[in-house]
């Protein structure tokens, strides 16, 4: 693992940990993903493609989906969500049910 990711990590506020670890592990799981550190957030790429940012912010942790339309796909089925043009915000891991960052995961490798 790239040592700026886990000191990204290692800086996680424990009230954002599980979300942050919920998401991040089911990125992990993308075949052939590559780990970075890039825009002072760890990214997740394929090749030189990138496809997701996770950051964790003041009150929050967001998740970039870096094909927009993709996250338009999911956007009535996360209202209630903090929504940006290309990020969800989001506290708890169930804010997010792992079927839509499935859905998000999919629909974004069809794009490769």
Do not use: W
């Amino acid at each position: 693992m790239i040592r700026e990711v886990q000191d990204y990590i290692d800086a996680l506020p424990a009230k954002r940990a599980d979300a942050f670890h919920y998401v991040r592990d089911r990125l992990l799981q993308i075949d052939d993903v590559i780990e970075a550190f890039d825009y002072s957030m760890p990214t997740y790429s394929i090749g030189k493609r990138k496809l997701f940012a996770l950051a964790s912010q003041k009150n929050h942790v967001s998740l970039y989906v870096m094909h927009v339309e993709v996250l338009d796909l999911v956007r009535e089925e996360l209202a209630g969500l903090s929504l940006g043009k290309s990020c969800v915000r989001f506290t708890k891991t169930e804010q997010i049910p792992i079927e839509i960052l499935d859905t998000l995961v999919e629909e974004s490798l069809k794009l490769l």
